[in-house]
């Protein structure tokens, strides 16, 4: 390699680090008076008030959940097993 060649990627790593330091400069920190006016402009959120109804049976029965299918995945820890073995495993199988 030349020292032309050598000069090019630094050249580069220097513009892009003066971007950098020129793009810091442009931002200032908050001084703490922006930060309690911005906090002054926000207002409280307003959310519905559900009360419960009572005449409905069905929010309390869960039995109502049971029949619906699930896939779940537990990893408890992490084991190595041979593909060989992997091609044996079936639905329910336990490593």
Not at 29 to 46: F, G, L, N
């Amino acid at each position: 390699m030349s020292a032309e060649e050598n000069a090019a990627p630094q050249e580069d790593a220097d513009a892009m680090a003066a971007e950098w330091a020129a793009a810091l400069a442009e931002t200032k920190p908050e001084t703490a008076s922006e930060v309690h006016a911005a906090a002054d402009q926000v207002s409280p959120a307003s959310f519905q008030n559900f009360a419960p109804t009572g005449a409905s049976t069905a929010g309390n029965d869960i039995n109502m959940i049971l029949d619906i299918p699930v896939q779940l995945t537990v990893e408890l820890g992490r084991t190595r097993i041979p593909i060989k073995h992997i091609l044996q495993l079936a639905q329910g199988s336990v490593v």
